[in-house]
């Protein structure tokens, strides 16, 4: 069993004094995996990544990055620990330029550091070198998306949050998003994934937990979870066989 990097414990945490949508979340992900976590609209899911982030006001339990206890510590500080987030919306400077905006994304790097990473992950994502001097607001969304990531992946971290990367993308559009997603994973970076995309997202992980009612109800390798008749009928809409004899 390969090491822990994230794990969080017993986390309640809302946007509001004593209206928690998380309710004692668990979760734990090793190094080096791509880890799904999906449930149905208001189960938690983007809270859960929001608070691992730092990103709200009320957070209770405990949350580790590396064995380090990282409750209290701002995002920004986060990123130099090696955490990268993407959220769903709002996630480029429509305004700047693609090279403007892996910049912004580069934290510290500058001079030939920064030339050298900004010529990795335009080489990962070849149409970024395309479009490198257009405005970001005139990419396509899924474009957008592929930006969004590798501005968060100029900080190099270790593990990478991805709020819904497929929110509003065609089917098309979704498959090459999570391919590009499993290309991040092969490079060792670590991946927690939120996913309205059920199907999508545990065919590409590794492991998978579903959120339901602010904690995780279930757990377990990707294909497992996808092809149990529960989380079929419950989280995919997957109709079991015996629902349908008369």
């Known amino acids: 069993m390969s090491q822990s990097l994230l794990v969080v414990e017993q986390v309640y945490a809302g946007y ?3 209206l928690d949508i998380l309710q004692g979340a668990n979760i734990e992900i ?3 995996e791509l880890v799904a976590l999906i449930g149905p609209n208001g189960a938690g899911k983007s809270t859960l990544l ?15 990055l590396g064995g380090k206890k990282i409750q209290g510590i701002p995002p920004h500080q986060l990123v130099g620990l090696g955490m990268g987030y993407v959220p769903q919306l709002a996630n480029v400077f429509p305004s700047l330029t693609v090279a403007e905006n ?10 030939k550091i920064l030339k050298d990473r ?3 992950l335009t080489n990962l ?10 405005r970001a607001g005139t990419l396509s969304g899924g474009e957008r998306q592929l930006l969004a990531m590798a ?3 100029m900080g190099q971290p270790r593990l990478l949050l991805l709020d819904e990367p497929s ?19 092969r490079l060792g970076i670590t991946v927690l994934l939120v996913e309205q995309n059920a199907r999508q997202a545990l065919k590409i992980s590794h492991r998978g937990y579903v959120l339901d009612n602010g904690r995780e109800c279930y757990s377990g390798a990707g294909q497992e979870l996808l092809h149990d008749p529960r989380i079929g009928e419950l989280y995919l809409g997957i109709k079991s066989p015996l629902a349908t004899k008369p």
């Open 16 to 18: 509001a004094a004593g």
């Open 30 to 32: 090793h190094c080096g």
């Open 50 to 64: 929001k608070a691992i982030f730092n990103l709200l006001p009320q957070c209770r339990g405990q949350i580790e």
């Open 102 to 111: 892996l910049s912004i994304g580069a934290v510290s790097s500058q001079g």
């Open 118 to 120: 900004l010529a990795e």
């Open 125 to 134: 994502f070849p149409i970024l070198q395309e479009r490198y001097h257009q």
């Open 151 to 153: 501005r968060a992946l």
């Open 167 to 185: 929110a509003a993308l065609s089917p098309k559009l979704v498959g090459e998003v999570m391919g590009h997603i499993q290309q991040i994973n």
